[in-house]
């Protein structure tokens, strides 16, 4: 046995420490908080350690050899029938990626919430250990969903996170406002569980029709040419649609839920409400991103059927994909604008960006989706911890517009953030959110202009309009936090907050900067070259060739994204700072953008009246709905027959009291007695506590079974007679 | 008919002892009694031309269990002197399924053919018998097993009554 | 006489373990000082503990040994298994339950009844079968009574001796008639001559048989010593003769049913059902109101054996896999609960549910042990209760007993209402002893770690044990 067969076994194991710890601190170490932090980050830094000895031992040049012999174990574990459900782990060259980034950003984030939650040290959070175990649980399930090998696994952790999410959201559960329309903790937390229930419901109907249709739910079976050919051919409940594309669409239900997309992407800026690391973990990085991470792993199901040699059909999931992403893309980065609330501007952009990747799997540019996946995971993470530290630093200011001045009081934060910011915004060449968004921009114009996909060209024109209000909004983001002068008593008295804080940031910004240069194309003037998209030979393999019909990558330099790609950036960041940054607001000052846009800012101020649409739609109706038949079905039919049963009952018992007081009365006492006791002795009187009457019953029965199998056809047939059958 | 009237003096023996063992009023008398009995199961062995087995019977369950009954029951003076009701509340019920039981059982005896051996017992059934009980392929283990058992029960029966 | 291959010694190679283990114990108990007689526990959990290593590591052999007397086959094997587990753990937990006198006899005596278990598990000959009966019996008898001066223990040990003397008896009956319709003692022998015997003389023979291990098993109607007895025996003996006992009159059961009575194949399984039907509700409505909660975990055990019966009924390598996969289960999980039953019990001295009231914020890690084992006894996923069930009602519903099924599944909620309010008490209702922490020794400790690792485990882990067992199982079906 070599080190190479070990790996497997060494992936399945990723995701137990932090499991341990998680039940370590919440039996035993709730008390001790430094022993609780202590405890989690070690679990962290263990599993980190193991995903990485995994991550270096496969990553390849080329990674074709990865993806046809991924690594893979798996066990029986619930034998059904003939078959058995089997679980068990696979990393191929997608898992690979997933794994590194998710395990760098958790570690980064452990060590970050030490900070976070003790004020550097100062003042313990009262459920400081709680915190970490329910951070260590959700680590669990990121890391587990990341190396599961089938549906099903990755559903159950898919669900830990979704608990995990809950209960940190909801983490200051006792915090209320004083406006009872601002959204407070408790009722963030159950917006969040109860919208991304609606998205898992439906993924796991796509899940259970998956199963009933294939018999499996493994990805490798599931994903084979052989498989997704019967699916392709195979009709399903709804006409024109095969069961491939009816199932693709009901698991994408789960990535809208999860990644909050449009119209199910109401709760992720009201999650803001949970402490910064859990945004930043949960609301940026990882659980969102699984939401996309999934419709990757599952796109050669949705794609099926598309081809892009011949005649480039979209497939129905795709076109929906497409579509929703363009929309949420556009949306929320307009939405983000016009938020003063540092964190909700983050929210709206996580939105805006995984939206990004929903819609490039739209128009099939699978390597694009997951390389913008990853490099977001990092500057994503980078800005929410960012921001976490502002907020502490500034004594828990979240208005934008009372900030100012910060970049001299917190120069670490600010430079990180900046670089963030940049990344987000894909400021040209040196920041990798520029190599990820440019591909994806690339593939969306290749496909549209030169293989002739019209809705490519939609998606291409949305998203890099999407790209300029990017850059704008971070701009103004960048402006008002750090430019100028103070507006507030707590932005003036910010400060740094201690080492467990800004370590992180800046091991995050380096991959902000870096972590790019994997994925330049290889017609990038200059930089491109033949061996310069690792990225891409090495994630683009998992699929194989047989089955996928990727967007084939442009071969050739198109000069207009290309140059547009150059300008977007720094124009909308330009934007920004000339709104903002050259003339700085003074406290009280309102936001020049409330008289630019007229009309249209409240509408993106109330994020275009989703919510209360949603109120208006679902909720009120519900309530009526609840209320109504609670009055007329509940308490007027049924009560009433109950009612009118009972009155009914009482006269007939007046009527018979005069009968009883004069007849029965003796015997009726009598029964009632019987009735009495039996109740007090009944069990007694089986069960007596005397062995005799016990030995007695077991004759009594040894005898009764004797004579009815000796001669219970005598007696049968005598008592046939007697009656005369 | 000698065999036969032999069976039934015995068998009446049998039968009479076992009704007084369990109507005696005073405990000492019912376990003289069963000493009867013993002795005419003893009998049925001799008549079945099991003289090995009459023999045991006499020596182990007459000889030695019925001593140590009865010096049991000497150390117990209380019980022996007590006179103990005989019958409990549910007496009757006892008795009409032991009745059905009876009828069931005898039923089926004179309903089945028994499986017969038609020669006679050969001298040496002795030999056959302890061969049978340390032949390993037979009942030997069975046997040792059956001595475990017995150290068991000595060791289980002091435990249980020792001074603590 | 015969030849003797002394390779047979070596498929009992186990139980003469046990004697000697049995033996060494008795002996060291001569040189312990009074005081120090609790170390005895470590040496019989040790010594159990490899025994069962031995007995897993020895390979099963489908061959007869001993002239048929014995048969140490798969099946058989993993019965053994459960009963040197559970004589494992219960000889932990004996060693931290304070009302009990520590000394040699004691530890002697539970692993005489492990021996007399582990033969009945490979038992196929009435002679062997009945000595091996007696020696887990009376073994048995004498750890229910041990504590003599309390008044409840000597009346729960009179009162399962009286009812096992009884039902030996009638199971001593049965196999005489067996032995006088067949004129042999072997299994196969009276099998092969029971095929030509009237119906009705081999279904009364298999009825008086039945009471034995009925009373074994707790089953409906010979359950009735189950509630007194486990009320008053030490809790530790309780929790071995609620899973180790009733597990080997089982596997008496399963093997007698397979190859000594096939010519009843037709009859038996109407009257199974409905003895588990009857079993199973009586078991669960009468552990409804039960205050004393070793008294409600009588009526529950009784209820569980009637889910056992599915299995035994069903038959087949399901069935049978199933039942031996829920006994494991059942063991890890039942003696776990009685493990705390015990520990509580050494520390308030009540068995009463009240007085589990705020035991989660007295003893967290107790309480929540014993939710754990509560909801698997109850079936709630992901325990290995659960999947057990799973594995029984699966079994069932293939060998078409849906009826059957239906009412042990109707049952099982019935049961979550008696378990969840155990729950429901140890955690919701505050007291006043809320600062009174129970002590927890090492050794339960163990036993408790142990019992909840398995319970997930198993529940987790179904499929690697159920095919190691299926494997075991298909040996007498091939």
């Known amino acids: ?725 | ?164 | 006489m015969g030849t003797f291959d002394t390779s047979q010694l070596l498929a009992i190679l186990p139980q003469i373990l046990l004697v000697v283990l049995a033996l060494i114990v008795l002996a060291a108990d001569l040189g312990t000082p009074r005081g120090k007689k609790r170390s005895l526990g470590i040496v019989t959990a040790v010594g159990l503990l490899i025994v069962l290593i031995v007995t897993l590591a020895w390979p099963e052999t489908t061959e007869p040994v001993f002239g048929g007397a014995l048969r140490v086959d798969g099946v058989g094997k993993a019965f053994q298994a459960i009963f040197l587990l559970s004589g494992l753990l219960v000889a932990l937990i004996s060693m931290d339950f304070r009302p009990l006198r520590q000394d040699g006899a004691y530890y002697a005596m539970l692993l005489f009844s492990v021996l007399g278990m582990s033969l009945m598990a490979a038992a196929e000959d009435l002679v062997m079968l009945y000595v091996a009966i007696e020696i887990a019996g009376i073994s048995a008898y004498v750890l229910v009574g041990y504590m003599r001066e309390d008044a409840l223990s000597a009346e729960a040990g009179v009162k399962y001796l009286l009812f096992g003397a009884f039902s030996s008896t009638v199971m001593v009956y049965g196999l005489s008639l067996l032995y006088g319709i067949a004129g042999g003692t072997g299994y196969g022998r009276v099998a092969a001559v029971l095929l030509q015997t009237p119906f009705q003389l081999a279904m009364v023979a298999f009825l008086l048989v039945l009471v034995g291990f009925g009373f074994k098993v707790a089953m409906v109607p010979m359950h009735f010593w189950g509630p007194d007895t486990y009320q008053g025996a030490p809790t530790p003996i309780t929790a071995f003769i609620s899973v180790a006992s009733k597990a080997a009159g089982f596997a008496v059961l399963a093997r007698a049913l397979h190859f000594l009575f096939p010519a009843l194949n037709n009859d038996w399984p109407a009257l199974l059902v409905a003895i588990s039907m009857v079993t199973i509700t009586l078991g669960n409505l009468l552990a409804v109101p039960q205050r004393n909660i070793k008294r409600m975990l009588a009526y529950s055990s009784i209820a569980q054996a009637g889910y056992v019966l599915i299995g035994i009924t069903a038959g087949g390598v399901a069935g049978i896999t199933a039942v031996i996969f829920y006994l494991l289960v059942y063991a890890v999980t039942n003696i776990g609960a009685f493990s705390i039953v015990s520990m509580v019990a050494s520390h308030i001295d009540s068995d009463d549910i009240q007085d589990y009231a705020a035991l989660s914020r007295r003893s967290p890690a107790l309480a929540l042990a014993m939710m754990v084992a509560l909801l698997s006894l109850a079936g709630v996923p992901p325990s290995g209760g659960f999947v057990g069930k799973l594995f029984l009602f699966a079994a069932g519903i293939k060998a078409g007993l849906v009826p059957l099924v239906v009412v042990a599944v109707l049952n099982v909620i019935v049961a979550l209402y008696y378990y969840l309010n155990v729950v429901k008490v140890m955690y919701t209702v505050r007291s006043e002893h809320e600062e009174d922490a129970i002590a927890v020794p090492a050794p339960s400790r163990l036993v408790l770690v142990l019992s909840v690792t398995g319970v997930l485990l198993l529940g987790i882990l179904a499929a690697p044990c159920y095919n190691v067992m299926s494997n075991w199982v298909t040996g007498w079906f091939s």
């Open chain 1, 1 to 725: 046995m070599t080190v190479h067969d070990l790996l497997p076994i060494l992936t399945a194991l990723i995701p137990l420490p932090t499991f341990i710890a998680f039940a370590l601190i919440i039996l035993f170490f709730n008390k001790w908080k430094r022993v609780s932090h202590s405890i989690a980050i070690g679990a962290m830094l263990l599993a980190f350690l193991m995903a990485q000895v995994v991550f270096w031992s496969v990553i390849a040049p080329d990674g074709h050899e990865l993806a046809e012999h991924p690594l893979h174990v798996q066990i029986p574990w619930l034998p059904s029938g003939a078959e058995a459900l089997e679980m068990g782990v696979l990393i191929d060259p997608l898992g690979a990626f997933v794994l590194f980034f998710v395990s760098i950003t958790c570690l980064c984030i452990f060590v970050y919430s030490v900070g976070y939650m003790s004020e550097g040290g100062k003042h313990y959070d009262p459920r400081y250990s709680r915190f970490f175990a329910y951070i260590s649980l959700f680590a669990t399930g990121m890391l587990g969903l990341t190396v599961a090998d089938n549906l099903l696994m990755l559903f159950i952790f898919w669900e830990i996170m979704g608990l995990c999410s809950y209960l940190l959201i909801g983490f200051w559960w006792e915090k209320n406002y004083p406006d009872p329309k601002q959204v407070n903790p408790r009722q963030a937390g159950l917006k969040a569980f109860m919208t991304t229930r609606v998205g898992d419901v439906i993924m796991l109907l796509g899940i259970a029709y998956l199963y009933s249709a294939t018999g499996t739910l493994s990805f490798r079976e599931l994903l084979s040419a052989e498989t997704l050919g019967i699916l392709k051919e195979m009709p399903s409940y709804i006409p024109g649609l095969s069961a491939a594309a009816l199932a693709g669409l009901l698991l994408f239900g789960g990535t809208v839920g999860k990644s909050a997309q449009f119209p199910l992407h109401v709760w992720l800026p009201d999650a803001m409400e949970g402490p910064t690391p859990v945004s930043a973990m949960i609301h940026a990085a990882t659980m969102v991103s699984a939401g996309v991470y999934m419709a990757v792993r599952m796109f050669p199901l949705l794609q099926v059927g598309f081809d892009i040699h011949h005649g480039a059909q979209l497939t129905t999931p795709m076109i929906v994909m497409a579509l929703i992403g363009t929309f949420s893309a556009f949306m929320a980065a307009t939405i983000a604008v016009a938020q003063d609330d540092i964190k909700r501007v983050l929210a709206y952009s996580t939105i805006s960006q995984l939206a990004y990747m929903v819609a490039a799997l739209g128009i099939g540019a699978y390597v694009a989706a997951a390389f913008h996946l990853i490099a977001h995971a990092f500057f994503k993470a980078l800005l929410f911890l960012g921001s976490g530290s502002i907020i502490v630093g500034s004594h828990h200011e979240q208005d934008m517009m009372k900030m100012g001045g910060l970049f001299k009081r917190m120069p670490v934060t600010a430079i990180t953030f900046i670089v963030g910011g940049l990344s987000l915004s894909g400021f040209p060449l040196f920041f990798a959110g520029f190599w990820s968004k440019d591909e994806i921009l690339a593939v969306a114009y290749h496909a549209g202009f030169n293989e002739g996909i019209v809705l490519a060209v939609v998606v291409y024109v949305f998203l890099a309009l999407g790209a300029l209000l990017t850059a704008f909004y971070t701009g103004r983001q960048i402006c008002l936090t750090f430019l100028g002068q103070p507006r507030s008593d707590h932005a003036a008295h910010a400060h740094e907050v201690s080492w467990t804080v800004y370590v992180p940031l800046i091991a995050l910004a380096l991959f902000a900067v870096f972590f790019g240069y994997i994925g330049i194309p290889e017609v990038f003037p200059l930089l491109g070259g033949e061996h310069s998209n690792l990225f891409h030979h090495f994630v683009g393999a998992t699929l194989g060739t047989e089955t996928l019909h990727q967007l084939p990558h442009p071969e050739q330099l198109d000069l207009l994204p290309f140059v547009l790609s150059f300008l977007i950036s720094p124009l909308g960041l330009l934007a920004g700072y000339l709104v903002y940054g050259r003339k700085p607001l003074q406290a009280g000052q309102p936001d020049p953008l409330v008289k630019a846009l007229g009309p249209l800012y409240p509408v993106l101020k109330n994020k275009y009246y989703v919510d209360e649409l949603y109120d208006a739609v679902f909720i009120q109706p519900a309530i009526k709905l609840a209320k109504w038949v609670y009055k007329w079905v509940d308490r007027w039919f049924i009560d009433g027959i109950l009612h009118n049963v009972a009155r009914g009952a009482f006269g007939l018992g007046h009527l018979n009291r005069r009968f009883d007081l004069a007849v029965i009365n003796g015997g009726v006492d009598r029964m009632t007695d019987g009735i009495k006791w039996l109740a007090q002795n009944g069990r007694q009187v089986l069960q007596t506590g005397q062995v005799q009457h016990y030995l007695l019953q077991v004759l009594f029965f040894l005898c009764g079974f004797g004579v009815l199998y000796v001669w219970g056809d005598a007696i049968l047939a005598f008592i046939q007679r007697l009656l005369g059958i």
């Open chain 2, 1 to 164: 008919m000698t065999q036969l009237v032999l069976f039934v003096i015995f068998g009446a023996i049998t039968l009479a002892a076992a009704i007084a063992v369990v109507t005696a009023r005073n405990l000492f008398h019912a376990v003289l009694w069963l000493l009867l009995a013993f002795f005419g199961v003893a009998g049925l062995y001799v008549l079945l031309e099991a003289p090995f087995f009459a023999a045991a019977q006499l020596f182990i369950y007459m000889g030695a269990i019925g001593v140590l009954i009865i010096y049991a029951l000497m150390l117990t003076r209380g019980v022996m002197r007590q006179q103990v009701p005989l019958v409990n509340d549910q007496w009757a019920l006892v008795a009409v399924l032991a009745v059905a039981l009876l009828a069931v059982l005898s039923w089926l005896f004179l309903q089945h053919t028994w499986p017969t051996v038609d020669q006679a017992v050969g001298p040496d059934s002795l030999r056959t018998l302890g061969e049978a009980l340390v032949d390993p392929g037979r009942y030997g283990f069975p046997f040792e097993v059956a001595s475990v058992l017995l150290v068991m029960a000595l060791i289980g029966a002091v435990t249980i009554v020792r001074e603590r």
